[in-house]
């Protein structure tokens, strides 16, 4: 088989859905094989060296956020020569679908997950969701859900009033209960930010002896587009699929939010909201010392004029 890095190099940004669909599956095709799971989902999968990367996407994501509107995990085969399963649903269906449940219970009669040394599931929100509970598939893999939900259950998560629409599709039956789906998972790794409570109320139900919870306190509800603006999920990934992901490496790679314009936008928005104008002078002086940021300038030299009128002194601890 040829190299699927190249292959697979052709953008399909720009076309239109039905085109868009027709190319990503002819490369598909090239290169391993292209499944449709009924109306809503479908599977394309790359067949390279013996990690294989599963992410869970939908095609309104692959769309927005990709330069070449292609799958996440094309830029890992392309940079590492992994092997890619995605998984790709028509708006966001948590998957569940029986199609996809027949599809997960084919690859795992075949052994499919067997023949590779090393397995990483990936997915963000609804698809991190997934990938949590189809990992049960590939007893052993290693799992990074970003913002999952636990469940859409009512009788689990009534508290949870963003996705209602969604109550009368079971969580109960197939890969239901994404916690327990962890279990047969060497390592699992759930991101979330802990000040979005219901996110957060979420993560605390997927607390399991081989789950690692990592917090990315006032990155908002967008963690995934964070992540990758800081140039760190790639890289996260890649530790995953040698096994090196730690706490301790995740949040290394982490520091980068120190020049991530939203979120110390948030951390601007937040100072001020919390009346805390010292602390927020600090931050913005040290913003502006090593980036062009005109509006944090803007906010500090009314907050250092402020100061001057007597308008507020550094907190006690800080005299």
């Known amino acids: 088989m040829q190299d699927a890095s190249n292959s697979i190099d052709i953008s399909l940004a720009g076309l239109d859905t039905a085109e868009w669909k027709d ?17 809503n989902h479908f599977a394309t999968f790359i067949d390279e060296k013996s990690t294989l990367l599963v992410t869970f996407e939908t095609v309104q994501g692959i769309r927005a956020l990709s330069e070449n509107a292609q799958p996440f995990g ?8 992994w092997s890619h399963l995605c998984i790709i649903s028509n708006g966001d269906t948590w998957f569940r679908d029986s199609r996809v449940y027949g599809f997960f219970d084919h690859l795992i009669d075949d052994g499919f997950f067997e023949e590779f040394d090393k397995v990483v599931f990936y997915g963000a929100g609804p698809c991190g969701y997934a990938a949590a509970a189809y990992s049960v598939a590939a007893p052993g893999a290693t799992v990074v859900a970003v913002q999952p939900q636990a469940t859409l259950d009512a009788r689990m998560t009534e508290w949870d009033d963003r996705f209602t629409h969604m109550r009368r599709t079971s969580f109960t039956n197939r890969f239901g209960y994404a916690p327990d789906m962890l279990d047969a998972a060497d390592r699992a790794y759930v991101i979330y930010d802990p000040r979005q409570t219901l996110d957060a109320m979420h993560s605390t139900l997927f607390a399991r002896a081989n789950v690692s919870r990592l917090r990315m306190p006032g ?51 937040r100072l001020d909201g919390d009346e805390r104008p010292y602390l927020n002078m600090l931050a913005c002086r040290n913003v502006t ?31």
């Open 23 to 39: 190319k990503l599956i002819a490369q598909a095709q090239e290169n391993g094989l292209y499944e449709p799971l009924g109306k």
């Open 74 to 81: 094309f830029d890992m085969v392309k940079a590492q020569g």
């Open 219 to 269: 990155m908002g509800d967008a963690l995934q587009t964070r992540l990758v603006e800081m140039n760190i999920l790639y890289r996260i990934l890649s530790l995953a699929g040698v096994g090196k992901l730690t706490e301790q490496a995740f949040y290394r790679m982490y520091r980068a939010r120190r020049d991530n314009v939203s979120y110390l936008r948030r951390m601007r928005a």
């Open 289 to 319: 010392s090593r980036m062009h940021a005109p509006q944090f300038r803007r906010r500090l030299v009314a907050l250092e004029k402020q100061a001057e009128a007597g308008d507020f002194r550094p907190p006690p601890a800080l005299l």
